[in-house]
């Protein structure tokens, strides 16, 4: 299969079984996002939303959360990996925020870069989620997922992967494909036993085409 057919295939399959994928995480407004998104760094979505109720109860926006002491913000994200650093984040971005753009979330993936604690894929995010801007995030589920089905050849850096995906996928679908890949990533194509058997994307699927191969090979060489 080439590799505008498996771009086809993936991108059908996902538009018949999730045309309304969207991120997990729990939130209320673009601030919200940004916290969320910032503490998901190498963290679960499923720890985050137990995190966030408790931390947005206590700094409703921006400006609370600038007044919150590095002690108090701590306690209330202790259970997320990194607490030191997140929590270092989390006033920084508060900061930033209220000097340099008045309080708001910029929508700009060149301005949201110079918030602390937001590189590009959690950029990428809040561009596509927010202000549903064609931004592809691509986090360790959609680098690893991009690889295995073939969608992208040798790219060995998250990057490369984007300028990858952008290129093969409509621009009016690339924000959903990036929930589309995530969630397949978290849920079927796991990095470790991936479940090939009960993939629906196993005709476009490098990684599966593969395997079977060299499942072939195997028997042939015990027969």
């Known amino acids: ?18 045309p309304e994928a969207e991120t997990e995480l729990f939130y209320g407004n673009p601030y919200e996002l940004l916290v969320a998104v910032v503490l998901s760094a190498q963290c679960t979505d499923k720890r985050v939303n137990l995190t966030t109720p408790v931390l947005f109860q206590r700094f409703p926006d921006v400006y609370a959360l ?8 701590f306690n209330l994200i202790r259970s997320i990996s990194y607490p ?6 989390l006033m920084g971005l508060a900061r930033v925020l209220i000097t340099e753009f008045g309080g708001e979330v910029p929508s700009e993936i060149n301005d949201l870069v110079k918030i602390p604690g937001v590189g590009r894929k959690t950029a990428n995010v809040i561009a596509s989620v927010i202000f549903n801007k064609p931004a592809m995030a691509v986090d360790t589920h959609v680098f690893r997922v991009s690889a295995r089905l073939g969608l992208t050849v040798k790219a ?4 490369e992967t984007e300028k990858q995906l952008v290129k093969f996928i409509p621009e009016m679908l690339i924000s959903r494909a990036h929930h589309w890949l995530i969630l397949h990533g978290r849920y079927v194509c796991v990095a470790r036993n991936p479940k090939c058997k009960e993939c629906a994307l196993q005709p476009a699927c490098a990684y599966y085409q593969q395997q079977q191969r060299k499942t072939v090979a195997q028997t042939s060489m015990n027969v």
């Open 1 to 18: 299969m080439r590799r505008q057919e498996r771009f086809a295939f993936v991108i059908d399959h996902f538009l018949r079984t999730a």
């Open 66 to 73: 600038s007044q919150g002491s590095e002690e108090e913000i």
């Open 84 to 89: 030191n650093n997140k929590t270092k984040h």
């Open 156 to 159: 060995r850096t998250p990057l």
